[in-house]
């Protein structure tokens, strides 16, 4: 009896384990396309980007040399940049904020050694690393706010696709951005 139970608690922490990594497995994401929430609540119009690293900077894994933390840095400025690749149309919105989240963990501080031991660990989790983006206007005449343009793929010609999921003027869209087609235009009666 008592092996018939030990044999059942293994099943079950076996189907709990492939569930984990399943789960684990399904937040990895796919090169080449982008993700981007553009929501208007008020005045405020929050925008947030989860871009690929592999895309952004060419790979995923912990820079080894001086050339890859070198790419690490000046894309990080780039996306911080946002006049270089987001024009918005109308509503005269004015940005309050852009944060760039690296995956990457190139500081020079004292605690180096800790983060090493940190990334090892996160490694073993997952081989695939997003670059955050999270951008926040104010605009003045939210109600005329036309279109977005995003122009992302001049400078990272990896990235292919940017899906938008946008709540605007109270209408929800899903729209699709390509080298093609950057801009999103949200006044759909027009
Ligand atoms: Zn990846």
Not at 116 to 142: G, Q, T
Request: hydrophobic share 40%; net charge negative; proline share 1%.
């Amino acid at each position: 009896m008592k092996v018939v139970s030990n044999l059942i608690l293994f099943m079950f922490c076996l189907v709990l384990t492939v569930s984990i990594t399943i789960v684990l497995a399904v937040g990895a994401h796919e090169h080449g396309k982008s993700y981007m929430t553009v929501i208007l609540d008020d005045s405020i119009l929050s925008m947030s980007l989860k871009l690929s690293a592999s895309d952004v900077v060419g790979f995923e894994y912990q820079p080894t040399n001086e050339k890859e933390i070198e790419v690490i840095g000046q894309s990080t400025l780039l996306l911080n940049d946002t006049d270089k690749w987001l024009a918005l149309t109308g509503g005269a919105c004015i940005q309050k904020t852009a944060k760039v989240t690296s995956p990457f963990d190139v500081v020079t501080d004292k605690h180096q050694h800790e983060h090493e031991h940190e990334h090892e660990h996160k490694n073993e989790r997952s081989v695939h690393h997003d670059f955050l983006v999270d951008i926040e206007y104010s605009c003045k005449r939210a109600a005329a706010l036309v279109a977005l343009e995003v122009n992302l793929q001049s400078f990272f010609t990896d990235i292919h696709q940017i899906e938008v999921q946008w709540i605007i003027h109270n209408k929800q869209g899903l729209s699709v951005i390509e080298s093609s087609n950057q801009e999103i235009m949200f006044n759909h009666e027009r």
